[in-house]
């Protein structure tokens, strides 16, 4: 039995991943706390949580959290935006010669916030290029908001047509995923933590995976952390 510590970027991440990947590991012995709102701030020995753009308190958070609990039965994770990534991140300004590569681009971060933890039981995971990109793996959900507004939906999914795969979507200021659903559904603004995880159990993690592959390597690294101990453990 391994358990496992994730730090979301805010409440749709948080309740996507309390709701949808917990029960998943769960069946794979993977079990994982409550997600926790990653650190944006500390200010007069309170710690602000969610929606962090501040990368230094984001790192004593995990870094905290590592130091109280340093059981080898345990890891942790995130699950933050590649969308307007914080401007201080380690290899941000050197990864900027992968733009055109948004996979590799992120591959890179992650791995150097990896180096930058320095702790095998992090496993940084950082979302292309937020977490709409698990909505766009099958737009049709978007009938769960109003069947009648066929128009908006194909429009949707005219857009996930262009792409390989939705994490590859662009991240404009004006063309990110969550605007390009907010114009053809304003109300998914002022309700995201809860529409998004409702739109993404219609479409179901399965999908997801098959549609999202950065993702998928995620999750399958997750469920395989029993193994994943053993080996990493004997390399420390």
Known sequence: MMRLYLFAEGQTEQTFADTLIKPYLAQREVFMHYPRLIAH????GKVHRGGGRNYAPMRNDILRSLNEDSNRDVFFTTMIDLYAIHPDFPGLAEAESLRQNPIERVEFLEQRFAEDINDYRFIPYIQLHEYEAYLFADPTCFEYLDASRTKEIE???AIANQYETPELINDGQQTSLSKRIIAQFPDYEKAKPVFGTQLAERIGLQVI?????HFNAWLSRLESLNNYRNNSAETV
């Open 209 to 213: 995976r098959s549609r999202c592959p």
């Open 155 to 157: 429009a949707l999914q």
């Open 41 to 44: 701030a500390r200010k007069k």
